[in-house]
């Protein structure tokens, strides 16, 4: 495994994070233990996960598991990078109660609290807003998170689905405050969706966040689906099945399906190795939900690609390039 700085801090680590999404829902508790021994073997150190994960009358099944593998020992924690994310609703399903969810000094305490008892640990090492709260002003926000700092419970804290003006203002705030400010974006980016060039991107190499992409495969378009429905029968669903009813996305999904062909690569781990080249990438999130898809993720990291290979690339999945020259003369 490759290691790298998150960001402008002194933390190190992997160069893919391992997603814990799917541990609950699609992984049972057994399994999700297995692929997290499994990651943390073959020096995968980084953790992402979310209070919510679970989903529905599940929300907080995967901080349980999680939790649950922890308290086996072995150095588990130690070795372990953990970020956790706050936002989403962790009331009742169907409860509308106020203060439940977003990024009021009262949620973030609450939510901090809960996360810490269902992972079994003291501390979070990186601390992430799911979303943006509109409502909430960054002041508030960072005075909670100070008081967290403070009490240990928290290390440092990192965005998720921001947009590049929320990076500017969120960062700014910390600094006439005084403090850290946000460390690292997670963000959706990948070779079909490369909105993040535009303005998220830079704004993180800028204020020095680290990026970690979610949906490094665009929810499976870039995993070889076209070769996978031949081969196997396997049609598409979800996001991919969407994506391949328009034509001109099936075009390229096609030619970029045949391009690695002609290099003899596997379509995911081309995405992820890609992911790899860009700039301010810190590294992407990988969501297992078997050993097997954890060993193709795993050599991604020693994949290289050719200068003629990322050309062919940028001609089916071409960028918007940077603003404003994306959007203005």
Not at 10 to 24: A, D, E, I, P, Y
Not at 41 to 54: E, K, P, Q, S
Not at 204 to 232: F, M, N, T
Not at 269 to 292: F, H, K, M, Q, Y
Request: hydrophobic residues 40%.
């Amino acid at each position: 495994m490759r290691y790298t700085q998150l960001g402008r801090t002194g933390l190190k680590v992997s160069r893919l994070v391992l997603g814990t999404m799917n541990f609950g829902p699609q992984t049972d508790e057994t399994d999700s233990h297995a692929i997290m021994d499994a990651a943390l073997d073959a020096g995968i150190n980084y953790f992402d996960t979310a209070n919510v994960y679970g989903w529905g009358e599940n929300k907080g099944r995967t901080e349980e598991i999680i939790g649950s593998w922890f308290a086996k020992g072995g150095e588990r924690r130690e070795k372990t990078v953990l970020a956790t994310k706050v936002y989403g609703n962790m009331g009742a399903e169907g409860d509308a109660w106020p203060n439940y969810d977003k990024l009021s000094a009262l949620n973030i305490r609450r939510a901090v609290d809960a996360s810490l008892k269902r992972l079994q640990t003291d501390y979070i090492d990186i601390y992430q807003f799911h979303h943006v709260d509109r409502n909430t002003p960054f002041e508030e926000i960072w005075q909670a998170v100070d008081v967290l700092v403070t009490q240990g419970k928290i290390l440092y804290a990192g965005s998720s689905n921001f947009p590049g003006y929320k990076i500017a203002q969120a960062n700014e705030t910390a600094l006439r405050r005084g403090t850290l400010g946000l460390v690292s974006e997670q963000c959706l980016y990948n070779l079909a969706e490369r909105r993040a060039e535009m303005e998220v991107i830079p704004a993180a190499q800028d204020y020095g966040l680290g990026v970690i992409p979610w949906s490094p495969l665009q929810g499976g378009l870039l995993g070889g689906v076209i070769r996978k429905e031949a081969e196997r029968g396997r049609r598409a669903s979800g996001r991919a099945a969407d994506a391949l009813a328009d034509t001109a996305t099936r075009n390229r999904i096609e030619a970029y399906e045949e391009l690695l062909a002609k290099h003899g690569l596997e379509p995911g781990e081309v995405a992820l190795a890609w992911l790899l080249t860009r700039p301010g990438v810190t590294g992407p999130i990988v969501g297992p939900r078997t050993p097997e898809q954890l060993d193709s993720a795993l050599r991604a990291v020693e994949l290289e690609l050719s200068e003629e290979l990322l050309t062919g690339l940028d001609e089916i999945f071409p960028g918007p390039g940077p603003a404003p020259e994306a959007f203005a003369w």
